[in-house]
């Protein structure tokens, strides 16, 4: 069996083809496309569906669970900040996260800013 013939590239062909992936790699990182953690990305939806809620003329005084998986293993609800009694009611928490489906809750306020993300 013949051996595949392995070429590295040197000189100016092989510079410019470090520097090229070198500038991908930066313009990723850079971008934010890369690194952006599960739980960013649940505080982003949770707020952007609370959003959504209140532009549809949604009640969120109560303190609803607006969504059992907003993304993986998390859940969002409404809170207010600072709590009030309401926020304790077992009715108005996101089922998954009592049922052990889900293991991370974000909370946001009925203006859909951040309370807490755990």
């Not at 496309?33 to 003329?57: F, P």
């Not at 928490?93 to 859909?112: L, Q």
Request: glycine share 6%; aromatic share 4%.
């Amino acid at each position: 069996m013949q051996q595949p013939e392995i070429k590295i590239m040197r000189g100016s062909a092989g510079k410019s083809a470090v520097l090229f992936v070198a500038a991908i790699v930066a313009v990723v990182l850079l971008s934010g496309c890369v690194g952006q953690s599960a739980q960013q990305d649940a505080i982003d939806a949770c707020k952007a569906l609370c959003v959504s809620q209140l532009n549809a003329g949604a009640d969120l005084s109560n303190g609803p669970c607006l969504s059992n998986s907003i993304t993986k293993e998390w859940v969002c609800d409404v809170a207010h900040s600072p709590r009030q009694a309401v926020d304790n009611d077992p009715a108005n928490h996101c089922s998954a996260y009592g049922a052990g489906t889900a293991t991370h809750f974000v909370e946001v306020d009925t203006s859909c800013e951040l309370v807490r993300a755990v």
